[in-house]
């Protein structure tokens, strides 16, 4: 189990072109959140699946914004026509388990640094 | 989720205990502590969390208050790669509102001095 795994790890591009991060969570866990952070900000909540089904989704997830999780593993995030705020690190993270539990823990990749020019 | 508070830095140097202060006066009865700490340039990452009694781990460990309105991560001997943002974070265990997902505040940044 190498955990949780995103690609790219870097990304550079132009405003007004579109993005694709994908995250591997780890196998089996049965959910996967998004998240993104700013410099000097804590990472804020985006979008949640559990399986392949998308839960919940930020307010701050705009309509340029699509996540996916198709066969209930891996998940993909896109940003259609990026724009200069959207320059963030993107983490993705996993848990397991059917049941809620306040003691669940949260696995995190990486992350994906986007910088917009 | 409850919302907690932390001071903004820390130091400490190298080799020495480091007691890090989190309060949450709003905590429920339900709710767990957790800590998570970020890296330079990595996710976070958990650290510990407990419900009511002091908690240890190979990483670190937890003194819980026995009002359950403060909690301090107490890292024994801090080492260079211990700096980081560490994060203190209420998760209520009953399932219900939006307690699935872990909300973030901006964390204390620990400094460790070689």
């Known amino acids: 189990d190498t955990g949780v795994s995103q690609d790219p790890r870097h990304k550079i591009t132009k405003r007004g072109q579109n993005v694709t991060f994908r995250c591997d969570p780890i196998?089996?866990?049965?959910?996967l959140y998004w998240y993104r952070q700013t410099l000097g900000q804590g990472p804020e909540f985006l979008t949640y699946?559990?399986?392949?089904?998308?839960?919940?989704k930020s307010r701050l997830l705009s309509d340029r914004f699509s996540a996916e999780r198709p066969k209930g593993s891996f998940s993909t995030l896109e940003i259609q026509r990026t724009e200069q705020g959207d320059s963030a690190m993107y983490l993705c993270?996993?848990?397991?388990?059917?049941?809620?539990?306040?003691?669940?823990?949260?696995?995190f990749g990486a992350g994906s640094r986007l910088t917009v020019l | 989720d409850a919302k907690t508070t932390q001071p903004n830095s820390m130091e400490s140097n190298e080799e020495e205990p480091v007691h890090l202060p989190c309060n949450h006066s709003?905590?429920?009865?339900?709710?767990?502590i957790h800590w998570y700490r970020q890296l330079p340039s990595q996710g976070p990452e958990y650290v510990i969390h407990?419900?009511?009694s002091n908690v240890n781990n190979r990483m670190a460990s937890l003194a819980i208050a026995e009002d359950r309105k403060s909690s301090t991560l107490i890292l024994h001997r801090a080492t260079l790669r211990d700096a980081a943002v560490y994060y203190c974070?209420?998760?209520?265990?009953?399932?219900?509102?939006?307690?699935?997902?872990?909300?973030f505040g901006k964390g204390t940044l620990l400094t460790v001095n070689p």
């Open positions: 993270a996993s848990n397991p388990g059917q049941q809620f539990s306040g003691a669940n823990v949260l696995t």
């Open positions: 196998s089996e866990h049965n959910r």
């Open positions: 699946f559990q399986n392949e089904a998308q839960l919940e």
């Open positions: 709003t905590i429920s009865g339900t709710d767990y």
């Open positions: 407990g419900l009511t």
């Open positions: 974070i209420l998760r209520d265990s009953t399932g219900g509102g939006s307690n699935y997902k872990l909300t």
